[in-house]
């Protein structure tokens, strides 16, 4: 969860109805170009004449040839597939829910427990470059802070990939206590919005062992 040093430096506080807009996530100061855009073809059509670089081509392409692509699911005609988020606490799985998921949900967390959130995802038809995830937090409708947690580029595979975000510590304090909305956007270099939804954390004294009733809301107690 994004701390109150990571609010927008102007002291302003976006609505969270409002879509993330990816370049209020992009440094000002960065020099990254993101490459120029290549299918898996023309990557594998290149420097033919080259046997060591075609050799590593087909390792990074595992599952790739020139007759044809990875298709993970046919009827998706989107490249990245995001199926599954978890959120781990003191190295446990507590939690996982399927994505997209079907409404908003609530995530309970013992204040100042340590923890950090857990993706699922395929890649198919084409690389991926600069893949990450964003998020805007705010709290009775004021914003609280920004995060962008980079997970790198991907090949298209079979397999699904799995991606650890960095380890956090849940805020403390009597203060802290309370619902965070937190908006997030899978998002890559183009800027494709390939996945966005809108979840919960609760920060709470102790862990909650009580579902609340929240019949519009699927709410999730993660219990240590």
Known sequence: MATQSQQNPQGEHPQMDDEIRIDDFSPTDSIYTPPAVKSVKEILGADTNDESLQKYKKQLLSGNSAEGVVIVDANNPLNVIFT??????????KHSVPLPPKEEFTVFLKEGCVYHIQFEFYVQR?????????????RMGVGVGKETQMLGSFAPRQE??????????????????????????ITDDDKHRWLE????????????????????????????
Request: zero cysteines; glycine letters at 4%.
């Open 126 to 138: 084409e690389i991926v470059t600069g893949l990450k995830y964003l998020h805007r937090v705010s």
């Open 197 to 224: 939804w809108i979840w919960h954390i609760e920060i709470t004294k102790d862990w909650h062992h009580d579902q609340p009733s929240q019949p519009s809301r699927r709410s999730i107690s993660l219990q240590h």
């Open 84 to 93: 599954n988020l978890s959120v781990v606490v003191d190295s446990e799985v």
């Open 160 to 185: 699904p990939y799995v991606y650890s975000s960095n380890t956090e510590e849940a805020p403390h304090g009597l203060l802290s206590r309370g619902k965070y909305r937190v908006r997030s956007l």
